[in-house]
């Protein structure tokens, strides 16, 4: 796997690595991972979970930094295929040194396609060429959402994308004691998003001064970013900076304390592939309010929450007032899990690889 960010790194891309890589070397496969040496103190090489991890240097967390990233871990990456049955670039950058380091080499090449900034690029008619060649450098394509992958597929004739909705391990995010009390007839609100300008989060704090007129809540925000201090200013300006608190980033094993301890999750993304985070909360049995935007709609619904218009206040407050009633939040909790379990689990993941992989090995045989 080469992959820009993985673990400690929090993220849907960095969770859907992580689990996937686990579950297959749980399953007792060699797994190889290629990533950055994205924070200090982390190690070059090291062994964890069963996992190689090798970590190159990035520069910057810009685009030019993942592009000298992705060069410069070619020779590490090409080290590592060496006597390897499977190549696997996730995400589209780390195509080029994964097609680098298997020149002349008949090894299969898959990519998955993650995240907006994909999206982003694609509408740039100067780039679109470009991502269409590398794409046609994979033997095989996954996406994490149908937005996603008919973009992709718009990119190149020959290009063809499979949706495969990020996966949640279901025996960790489940229903746990609340990791925080809370004020007796008080219903809370979790966001866990990072604070960033497209997970929308600002919508949301213009939303509260509505929600309250409606209905007795706190919320917290669990992520950081650089909006969070125009964030709780804008908090302090509406008058309900007392309504919600910043937790800031959270390792992710305090998620599933952390996510029980809340009534309902708010996704106010403006763009979003499959979020991984909704689907850590619809796993742990708490009901999920979206935006209707990107992948969220083939994970939401009412059955499970609700959605409602992206950059829209009302409409998002509306959604909340709407779902924060308790015997329908209790049967849309109920649902929630049961549906993650059903479709989404990570062993539901593991296995659609290792069909791909096994296929893709016997043409090549």
């Not at 898959?110 to 907006?116: D, E, I, R, V």
């Not at 964030?231 to 919600?244: F, K, P, S």
Request: with cysteine.
């Amino acid at each position: 796997m080469h992959c820009v960010y993985y673990p400690p790194e929090v993220g849907g891309l960095e969770s859907h690595v992580h689990y996937l890589c686990r579950g297959l070397a749980r399953r007792g496969h060699d797994v190889t991972v290629i990533t950055s040496l994205s924070q200090p103190g982390l190690a070059r090489e090291e062994v964890r979970e069963g996992i190689r991890i090798h970590r190159t240097p990035l520069p910057a967390r810009t685009p030019v930094g993942w592009s000298i990233h992705a060069v410069g871990s070619t020779p590490r990456t090409r080290a590592a295929v060496q006597g390897a049955d499977i190549v696997h670039a996730q995400a589209f950058p780390s195509l080029v040194p994964c097609a680098l380091a298997l020149a002349g080499n008949s090894t299969p090449l898959l990519c998955t396609l993650h995240t907006s900034h994909f999206l982003r690029l694609a509408k740039r008619p100067v780039v679109r060429t470009a991502l269409g060649k590398l794409l046609e450098l994979s033997d095989y394509n996954f996406a994490a959402s149908k937005e996603i992958a008919d973009v992709g597929e718009g990119l190149s004739g020959s290009v063809s994308v499979e949706v495969v909705v990020n996966g949640v391990e279901t025996d960790i995010f489940r229903p746990v004691p609340p990791g925080i009390e809370r004020r007796a007839g008080r219903r809370r609100i979790i966001v866990p998003r990072r604070l960033f300008p497209k997970n929308g989060v600002e919508y949301f704090v213009r939303a509260l001064p509505t929600i309250l007129a409606g209905a007795d809540v706190e919320a917290m925000v669990v992520g950081d970013g650089p909006e969070r201090e125009r964030l709780e200013a804008i908090a302090g300006e509406l008058g309900v900076g007392d309504r919600i608190v910043f937790l800031g980033a959270r390792p992710h094993a305090e998620m599933p304390g952390l996510l029980c301890s809340a009534d309902l999750s708010v996704f106010p993304s403006l763009m979003e592939a499959t979020s991984v985070a909704a689907l850590e909360s619809m796993a742990c049995g708490v009901p999920v309010a979206a935006s209707a935007v990107g992948g969220l709609p083939q994970i939401v619904d009412d059955e499970v929450g609700g959605l409602f218009a992206p950059a829209d206040p009302d409409a998002l407050a509306h959604a909340v007032l709407r779902l924060l009633d308790e015997e329908g939040l209790a049967r849309r909790a109920r649902t929630a899990r049961k549906r993650v379990v059903s479709h989404w689990s990570n062993e539901r993941l593991v296995d659609r690889h290792l069909e791909i992989y096994r296929e893709l090995l016997e043409r090549r045989i």
